[in-house]
């Protein structure tokens, strides 16, 4: 590596700019590129052929109602996957309320979703990462149609336009790889048809928020379709500055996502997609002084939990774009896909480090990150009792840190260049009717390179290296043509890092996961229910301390986690429908000595020390988290009232390794009517949400300056006007 220090004087704001400027030039190059390569690439695809193992996935099989999922790269019915998995529909987001990415988990018994501004921060079994830095990743991969989006701050998304969402719990090294030892949300979007469609809505609730939205699709020719959605929405917040009035919980989101879909032939399909979206949200920065430790003299600490008093606005803001292209071609017994795809993320965060009104300290990060990933995969597509899938995949990404400012002084510009490359396999095959066998290995090898400069020149140059292989074994029965039972072990491998903001250091070591599960599964109609339970061995857990300056990653020599799980659905009538799910998790560090504690100073702020973590729970991992949710529809002349009822229950957990930091139990529930007007495409709906106003933490830190806390929205009412044509 060779890297030249400018002696360029500008602003470091100046740089910055000009950075993303060049970025953003390069990007829409390199999708320009990618939209029209894929075009004649595809053309020839008709004759040298690539095609798909992963075809969209939809929520109910036509002809029995039941649920289908692509968990393993091909569609199948929910129960005959050998791996715990909780689908929500579209239907069922729209019902709870759900409008973001990070309003999930209140239909997923065991996924807890922490909230730090623009930050998506999931937790599933309780692994997880509450780290948001360049050259951190969570433990919990999220892919949207196909393609892996590594950086937390992009992951916060509207669901305007899902078709479905699964969680797979528990690591998916094999099919999904990298970086997914907590598990793997798979998001599909909508997919365009040759039936016009459009959807809007606009609604306004609590706080002045504002939301609106389109979804038009249709054909443009027989063989090609295209659509396209567009979310805006604002939202004054819920939070204060006491002494200005400032709004400190302001949200601000618009996006668009769009795709066109060529199929030429029933063997051809080819894809673009594009997306984009520029969020401001202060709702889940972590503002407000808890239990009133600050090490600040003078500060001034307001008494309600929703009124801060800051020195300035804080910043929380995310730019993210990107495209792919997917061509798919069907040999018959064969298919062949090709997947690329590019993601670009900008984002800038201002944090007031003290959470006071005394001007003491503030970090200003700016960064950026440029990714890229290929994807090819040759799977078996036919009746035949063995079922196979092979592929490669290649993943680069360059996450940047143009300028970061502590207390107004620059600190430090850095560079993490990461490459992955891996290898899978995994091969099933049905011995009959009733019993299957399935296995699965994947080889993954990562490189990272870390580069930083200060102002008096470059104080790091490293690079690491690491393999893993992650098999998976499972072994299915079905003892009736409605129930399956199975049994799975599996391994999951998370790659080391270095982190941007810190200099010097040690990259932390990779995580490896064992995990055995067993399970239970019935399925009729829209009726089923699933059972679990799950026993995790990690060795190296990579856990987030803090030290004076920056967070840092750190090792847990071990931790353990073993659990149970139960979730279904009834059909009750044709118009009365209950899904509930209960999840029961112990996560602890099982030899935890060298964790950073940060312990109470009696004149204020923390005193960091190195201490015994062991037997402690692993952080934002609730023992018990449960919920169900109720929908029955009543006929009104030749229209009809939905009524919606959704709750969630968390029995309490801690924010931090030593287990000081403590989220108290909490029940959140909403509630909604909507009315489908006779006649006309127009529904109707007044909505509810936090009903019984819960204070309850969405994000929570330690420092040695300050215990922090960011509170949930408080009880939000509102109505929403929707049409349908």
């Known amino acids: 590596m060779a890297h030249q220090k400018t002696g360029d004087d500008r602003s470091v704001q100046e740089r910055y700019m000009k950075s993303i400027a060049g970025l953003r030039a ?53 129960r005959d996957v050998p791996i715990s998995i909780s689908v929500v529909s579209a239907a069922e987001l729209t ?5 973001t990415s990070r309003d999930l988990s209140a239909l997923v018994p065991g996924l807890t979703i922490a909230s730090n501004g623009v930050y998506i921060q999931p937790t599933v079994r309780g692994i997880g990462s509450n780290l948001n830095s360049v050259g951190s990743e969570a433990a919990v991969a999220l892919y949207v149609d196909g393609v892996y989006s590594p950086n937390t701050a992009a992951n916060i998304f509207d669901l305007a336009n899902i078709q479905q969402i699964e969680v797979l719990k528990g690591p998916q090294g094999t099919l999904f790889g990298r970086n997914a030892t907590g598990g793997a949300i798979l998001v599909t979007t909508r997919n365009p ?87 401001s949200d202060l709702s889940g920065v972590s503002n407000k002084v808890w239990n009133g430790n600050t090490s600040t003299v003078g500060a001034i600490i307001p008494t309600d939990p929703r009124e801060y008093a800051l020195s300035f606005v804080p910043i929380s803001d995310v730019e993210a774009f990107g495209g792919s292209a997917t061509v798919q071609y069907d040999f018959g017994g064969v298919r062949l896909r090709s997947l690329s795809a590019l ?62 400012l502590l207390n107004n002084a620059p600190f430090i510009t850095s560079v993490i260049d990461t490459r992955a490359i891996s290898g899978f396999t995994e091969i099933s095959y049905a011995f009959s009717e009733r019993l299957s066998v399935t296995a699965g290995l994947r080889y993954s090898d990562e490189t990272k390179d870390f580069d930083a400069w200060r102002t008096t020149g470059q104080v790091a140059d490293q690079s690491a290296n690491w393999g893993a292989w992650t098999p998976r074994v499972s072994v299915r ?107 029961y998790t112990n996560a602890r560090y099982t030899d935890f000595t060298t964790a950073v504690v940060l312990i109470p100073r009696p004149t204020g702020g923390n005193l960091q020390i190195n201490g015994d973590a062991s037997g402690n729970h692993l952080i934002r991992s609730p023992e018990v988290t ?56 127009m529904t109707v709906t007044v909505w509810a949400r936090n009903l019984t106003d819960k204070l309850y933490g969405i994000f929570a830190v330690d420092t040695t300056a300050a215990d922090a806390i960011a509170y949930g929205r408080p009880r939000s009412i509102g109505a929403t006007l929707g049409f349908d044509f």
């Open 477 to 583: 029965f079905s003892p009736t043509d409605s129930t399956s039972v199975y049994a799975t072990y599996s391994e999951g491998f998370k790659s080391g890092a270095f982190l941007a903001t810190v200099v010097p250091q040690t990259p932390v070591n990779p995580e490896y996961v064992r995990a055995y599960e067993t399970g239970f599964k019935f399925a009729r109609g829209r009726n089923y229910l699933n059972l679990a339970a799950f026993y995790y061995d990690y060795d190296n857990l990579q856990v987030t301390a803090y030290q004076p300056g920056a967070a840092i990653l750190r090792n847990a020599a071990t931790a353990r986690i073993w659990g149970v799980e139960a979730e279904g659905a009834v059909a009750v009538t044709d118009a009365f429908n209950v899904r509930a799910g209960i999840a």
């Open 95 to 99: 019902g709870a309320g759900a409008t």
């Open 193 to 279: 048809s040759q039936k016009p469609m459009l959807r809007t809505s606009i609604g306004y609730g609590s706080f002045k928020e504002m939301r609106a939205s389109a979804y038009v699709a249709g054909p443009i020719t027989d063989s090609l379709s295209a659509d396209l959605s567009v979310v805006r929405r604002v939202d004054d917040g819920y939070a204060r500055d006491a002494l200005t009035d400032a709004r400190l919980s302001t949200y601000d989101e618009s996006s668009v996502r769009g795709k066109i879909v060529f199929q030429p032939s029933s063997a051809l399909s080819i894809t673009l997609a594009g997306d984009y979206a520029a969020v």
């Open 343 to 404: 993601r670009q993320v900008n984002q800038h965060s201002l944090t007031d480090t003290d959470r006071t009104q005394v001007a003491t300290g503030r970090s200003d990060l700016y960064a950026n990150q440029d990714s890229f990933s290929q994807e090819v995969t040759l799977a078996s597509n036919g009746t035949s009792p063995l079922s196979w899938i092979f592929g490669v995949y290649y993943f680069r990404d360059k996450g940047k840190t143009p300028t970061f």
């Open 26 to 78: 390069v990007g829409g190059a390199k999708l320009f590129l990618l939209a029209t390569c894929a075009i004649p690439t595809a053309v020839m695809a008709q004759t040298a052929a690539p095609a798909a193992d992963t075809p969209t996935a939809v929520q109910d099989d036509s002809d029995s109602g039941e649920i289908v999922v692509i968990a393993q790269r091909r569609e199948e019915r929910l």
């Open 626 to 681: 449960a919920n169900v949710s109720a929908n029955y529809t009543v006929p009104v002349g030749s229209g009809s009232v939905t009524l919606n009822g959704t709750a969630t229950y968390n029995s309490g957990f801690f924010w931090n390794a030593s287990n000081r930091l403590k989220q108290p139990e909490y029940v959140i529930a909403n509630a909604s009517i909507a009315w489908k007007v006779a006649n006309t495409p």
